[in-house]
């Protein structure tokens, strides 16, 4: 299967993007979010040590695999080759996308952040090399403190522009989720909503609620 196919397969299977983060162990948290529905599971734990990362993300390759979902990498190039994750997911500080898909070969998914209009015309020129872009921090939140959100516009923008699928990500609660689906972005990725929740099965339920509604 090639790199489309496998990002449009867990899209069609669940829209909703997993990444890791919080308070929770990691494998727990990821086995929750499996059995709720989510086929696509980002890794990002960038306070841990690399051979902590490296036991963690071997554990996540085979629980993905069981669930038939795929395995992103944040940022670590390195051990998403290590692990064999299906994909690898950088941001505009990282290394050039050219560059990373050199490293990974031809059948590694590459996500890139994008945060601006100019960020995502970069992103369409790297056409058969990068496979999705993530949009955002459509609102504020405590993921990412630091980033200004860019507002629900962008993702009208960018679904309208971008090349590739986007994922919206940023302050995205069940709240809100409504009305970032209108905007019909291919997947939503709810970070803490997710990671902090008492009932991933519901909250899962609630955030796809909008998107029954819009699709």
Known sequence: MNRKDKLTEVMNACPIYGITGGTRDVVPLVKDMLSAGIRIIQY???GKTPILRYQEAMIL???????????IIDDYVDLALAVHADGVHIGQDDLPPNTVRRIV??????????HSI?????ANRYTGVIDYIGVGPIFSTQTKPNANPVGISYVYWA???S???IVAIGGIKTTNA????QAHPDFICAVSEITESDNIQNTVYELMTGYSRVR
């Open 118 to 122: 100019s960020d995502l015309k970069a």
């Open 159 to 161: 679904k309208q522009f």
């Open 163 to 165: 090349k590739f699928p």
């Open 61 to 71: 390759r085979r629980l993905t695999s069981d669930y038939h979902a795929l395995l």
């Open 105 to 114: 070969g031809p059948n590694m998914l590459i996500g890139w952040s994008t």
């Open 44 to 46: 990002r734990e960038k």
């Open 178 to 181: 409504d009305i970032v689906w």
